[in-house]
């Protein structure tokens, strides 16, 4: 079945270490996005990337980085300058014709 | 920039009785409207979407309505049962288009049993 992974569901680290979540669809999409979310709070997006090797600032970049190397991998690296890291990371995919977006199962970050 | 705003945040109905979750947006060249449920420590899942070509979809229980001059649209969830409760997501894009999805903030939908 087609679908988008994250990986891991969990993750913890320290304060000032870098971490990188994985976001790997099969879809055949060509766009992946990266949103954060807070407790009880919407999504915000972070990057997006509409085709292999370009992607742009979403509206909260600041302390994130990330690459698309391949058109099935989009992963997001939380760097030590991101000053408030804790929350719930969700990727997602679709296609540049259509308008929908398929979700991951996100990755709960914590840092302590 | 383009923004899209719901209401309510918060909505508690009864078992049974129907509930009706409303967004605005401000861009004019929107023409997808789709609808996410996030439950509980869970990714977003579509559960129904319509384009501006449409007034009203229906899918079961739930129903969408789109009113373009108002730039308003709403979901329906009729008979509802406590599986519906999950926070609801609106969303308006361009489609067809390079253009992301703009969500609105969410409402969290509690059934009473």
């Known amino acids: 079945d087609g679908g988008i992974t994250q990986s891991p569901k969990y993750l913890f680290r320290k304060e000032g270490q870098n971490v990188t979540l994985s976001c790997e669809q099969n879809?055949?999409?060509?766009?992946m996005y990266w949103y954060r979310q807070d407790p009880g709070q919407g999504l915000r997006l972070i990057y997006y990337?509409?085709?292999?090797?370009?992607?742009q600032k979403g509206d909260i970049a600041e302390g994130y980085s990330v690459s698309r190397e391949k058109k099935e991998s989009f992963p997001l690296t939380v760097t030590s300058a991101q000053k408030n890291p804790t929350a719930f990371y969700l990727c997602?995919?679709?296609?540049?014709?259509?308008?929908?977006?398929?979700f991951g199962s996100g990755t709960r970050l914590t840092v302590v | 920039g383009e923004n899209v705003e719901q209401h309510p945040s918060t909505l508690s109905v009864q078992e049974g009785d129907s509930a009706v979750i409303k967004c605005t947006y401000s861009?004019?060249?929107?023409?997808?409207f789709p609808w996410y449920k996030q439950e509980l420590g869970k990714g977003p899942q579509l559960i129904i979407d319509?384009?501006?070509?449409?007034g009203e979809k229906k899918d079961q229980r739930i129903a969408v309505t789109l009113n373009k001059t108002a730039k308003h649209f709403s979901l329906h969830i009729t008979e509802t049962q406590p599986e519906d409760s999950a926070v609801y997501f609106c969303?308006?894009?361009?489609?067809?288009?390079?253009?992301?999805?703009?969500f609105g903030s969410g409402t969290r939908l509690s059934i009473r049993p």
């Open positions: 997602a995919s679709s296609t540049l014709e259509t308008g929908g977006y398929t």
């Open positions: 879809l055949n999409h060509d766009a």
């Open positions: 990337s509409q085709i292999v090797n370009d992607f």
């Open positions: 861009d004019s060249a929107s023409n997808y």
């Open positions: 319509i384009r501006s070509n449409v």
């Open positions: 969303a308006a894009s361009r489609w067809s288009s390079a253009s992301k999805i703009i």
